[in-house]
């Protein structure tokens, strides 16, 4: 099961799932909101509860801090991958660990657009979406991305982790993207070395290393799925 982050969405996963498909896997691409994390987490959580059998739940940028609270309790969830993603310890928050370590550009990238509740739906600015959130994508389809882009609000960027978060009981795999100017290379390795994943880093690789790179990261979820599923 995919769960993208913000300034994405599903179809940015579409060469990662025919490549799944191709290697005899079912695929779930859930829906991931972006309106708060508690939430966002909750509506994956009952995607979760509806699937049969042994899961490999795997979770881009943002979407690692909804896989974190949304796999807990939930037996059939066997790994959990994270792609360039936030793991969040409880009462941390993606907009904190963004900022914990130098070389991220988020704060500089994001144009703001307030919504009529008094929130804000924040994007990447599409003039620096090729730069600084998908450098080694071509720029021609970087454009695209730009351009479908779904915003997160706020609130779900900077509300904390609440509650028991998966990757302690749950084996789980970060696939580090090494020139990252969303997440810094530093806050992935920190949040991966504490939560003992096994790791992969790829140099060269963007904040967008499930579109780049999909063949690496097919063999990355893969790797998870034949070391925990038995």
């Known amino acids: 099961m995919l769960v ?3 300034f994405a969405d599903s179809s940015g996963f579409n060469a990662v799932i025919e490549r799944l498909l191709a290697r005899g896997y079912p695929v779930v691409a859930a829906p991931n909101p972006l309106r708060g994390l508690t939430s966002d987490a909750a509506q994956v959580k009952a995607v979760l509860d509806h699937i049969d059998g042994p899961i490999v739940l795997v979770g881009h940028s943002y979407g690692g801090a909804v896989i974190s ?3 807990t309790g939930n037996a059939n969830v066997k790994a959990l991958v994270y792609l360039a993603a936030f793991v969040p ?3 941390e928050s993606a907009q904190q660990l963004a900022g914990q370590f130098p070389g991220s550009t988020v704060g500089e990238s994001l144009l703001p657009v307030p919504l009529p509740d008094g929130q804000v739906d924040l994007y990447i600015n599409p003039k620096v ?3 600084n959130f998908a ?3 071509p720029a021609r389809d970087a454009a695209l991305y730009a351009i479908t882009q779904r915003p997160a609000t706020g609130a779900a960027l900077g509300e904390p982790a609440a509650g028991p978060q998966a990757w302690h009981t749950i084996p789980n795999y970060n ?3 090494g020139a990252d100017r969303i997440i ?3 806050a992935q390795e920190f949040m991966a070395r504490r939560a003992g994943a096994k790791v992969q880093v790829v140099r060269g690789a963007s904040h967008l290393i499930f579109v780049s ?3 690496t990261t097919v063999d990355f979820i893969e790797r998870a799925a034949r070391e925990t599923v038995s």
Do not use: K, M
Request: glycine share 8%; aromatic share 4%.
């Open 135 to 137: 450098a080694d994508v």
């Open 69 to 71: 609270a949304a796999a």
């Open 184 to 186: 810094p290379p530093a």
């Open 4 to 6: 993208h982050g913000a």
């Open 213 to 215: 790179q999909p063949r």
């Open 175 to 177: 696939l580090i993207s």
């Open 129 to 131: 979406y090729h730069a």
């Open 89 to 91: 310890e409880t009462g």
